[in-house]
């Protein structure tokens, strides 16, 4: 048997019901997607979605469609990911309550956030949501960096330079939110450093242990 989690629905707070088109409150269902910059989190998150009927919600995606938009805050944004820095809070918390209260489904996978305290601790206030689990993928900054510099998206972050950016602010703001879930026993930790293929057969695992089959 894999490991045994506790798999309670958290409410999530509409945070607009004046005009009552939206639902005042919607059970949902969060694990938190989390590993430094080219781990493997994007990738991953589409074979679990695939296999385990969760949403997909990379809040890097969110960030960079925001600034597509023409969005008041877009120059910010690019900004703030030009430079390798966190964007923040209530701007991506803003995207991700939206995404979550505009889709069918009541599980997501919420990929790249919490990326720091800040992040965490508003999340938690303005939500009310605490993740069923956390996955960390665990990769060395020799592999990120490698699989970063061929990812080919035409990003703005995937450059030498902004990439080591990333990686201090990993250490520094992220690595200290995984240890604070780890502290309260909520951390499923991968070795990212493998192929596609196997880092999936460890993913399976955790989720399997998980998903009631109705
Ligand atoms: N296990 C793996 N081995 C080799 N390359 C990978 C692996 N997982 C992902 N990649 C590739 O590395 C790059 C970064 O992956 P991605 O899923 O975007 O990571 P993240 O979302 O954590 O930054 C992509 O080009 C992806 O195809
Ligand atoms: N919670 C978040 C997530 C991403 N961002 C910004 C800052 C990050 O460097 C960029 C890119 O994030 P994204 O998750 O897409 O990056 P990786 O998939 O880890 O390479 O977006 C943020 O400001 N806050
Ligand atoms: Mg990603």
Redesign the pocket.
Same mark, same amino acid.
């Given at each position: 048997m894999g490991t045994v989690v506790d798999a309670a629905s958290f409410e999530l707070a509409s945070g607009n019901d004046a005009n009552g088109s939206l639902p005042t409150e919607k059970k949902v269902k969060v694990v938190f997607v989390l /590993?430094? =910059?080219?781990?493997g989190?994007?990738t991953q998150c589409a074979n679990i979605v695939e296999h385990f009927g969760y949403t997909h919600l990379?809040?890097?995606?969110l960030?960079?469609a925001e600034i597509k938009s023409g969005s008041e805050n877009g120059t910010m944004?690019q900004n703030?990911?030009t430079e390798?820095?966190?964007?923040?809070?209530e701007?991506?918390i803003k995207l991700l309550q939206r995404a979550m209260q505009e889709s069918e489904n009541d599980k997501f996978l919420i990929? /790249?956030? =919490?990326?720091?305290e800040e992040?965490r601790a508003a999340f938690e206030r303005v939500t009310k949501i605490v993740p069923e689990f956390v996955l960390f993928f665990d990769c060395a900054d020799e592999e990120m960096e490698r699989r970063?510099l061929n990812?080919n998206q035409g990003?703005v972050?995937?450059n030498i330079e902004?990439i080591r950016k990333?990686f201090k602010?990993?250490v520094e703001s992220s690595l200290p939110v995984i240890e604070y879930y780890g502290s309260h026993g909520k951390v499923r930790k991968i070795d990212a450093g493998r192929s596609v293929e196997e880092v999936f057969e460890a993913v399976k695992i955790i989720f399997s242990s998980v998903t009631v089959v109705a």
């Open positions: /590993g430094g =910059p080219g781990s989190k994007g990379s809040a890097g995606d960030l960079r944004i703030m990911i390798g820095k966190i964007v923040p809070s701007v991506t990929d /790249g956030f =919490p990326r720091n992040n970063l990812r990003r972050d995937d902004t990333r602010v990993f």
